[in-house]
């Protein structure tokens, strides 16, 4: 990921959008888009390092892969919602933006629910408490 290339793309998105808002309003809106997507696929490129550095940290180890793996899809979602809640709030729908954070919270609420049941199983037998 190169942080220089997305300053330069938020830079020049921005004063475009400047220009735009003043002369050509009904550009603004695929201006902003367009400067988020760029920047939004040069952060996508640092990815594959992190999936590469969570595979040799893994090692093959199926429970270390499985929980890299649910760690990732958290990451994943964590992001969506942020960015979708941001472009709602952005927009002046702070209402959407609240019902986006909600359905973020309970996704990553429900991607848990098997770690948490793992956790309470491991206690349970710890404890010597039930099966």
Same mark, same amino acid.
């Given at each position: 990921?190169?942080?220089?290339?997305?300053?330069?793309?938020?830079?020049?998105?921005?004063?475009?959008?400047?220009?735009?808002?003043?002369?050509?309003?009904?550009?603004?809106?695929?201006?902003?888009?367009?400067?988020?997507?760029?920047?939004?696929?040069?952060? !996508?490129?640092?990815? =594959?390092?992190? +999936?590469? &550095?969570?595979?040799? @940290? %893994?090692? #093959?180890?199926?429970?270390? *892969?499985?929980?890299?793996? !649910?760690?990732?899809? =958290?990451?994943? +979602?964590? &992001?969506?919602?942020? @960015? %979708?809640? #941001?472009?709602?709030?952005? *927009?002046?729908?702070?209402? !959407?933006?609240?019902?986006?954070?909600?359905?973020?919270?309970?996704?990553? @609420?429900?991607?848990?629910?098997?770690?948490?049941?793992?956790?309470?199983?491991?206690?349970?037998?710890?404890?010597?408490?039930?099966?």
């Amino acid at each position: 990921m190169d942080t220089m290339k997305i300053a330069a793309v938020a830079l020049v998105g921005a004063v475009a959008l400047l220009l735009f808002k003043q002369y050509k309003p009904e550009w603004a809106i695929p201006t902003r888009l367009t400067a988020g997507l760029i920047m939004a696929g040069l952060c !996508l490129s640092g990815v =594959g390092e992190i +999936i590469s &550095f969570a595979d040799t @940290l %893994a090692g #093959g180890d199926a429970m270390t *892969s499985d929980m890299w793996r !649910l760690i990732l899809k =958290g990451l994943g +979602i964590a &992001f969506i919602t942020e @960015l %979708a809640s #941001g472009v709602c709030r952005d *927009s002046g729908e702070a209402t !959407l933006s609240l019902w986006v954070e909600m359905a973020g919270k309970l996704a990553l @609420l429900l991607l848990a629910l098997p770690l948490i049941r793992d956790v309470m199983l491991a206690v349970k037998t710890l404890l010597g408490v039930g099966g």
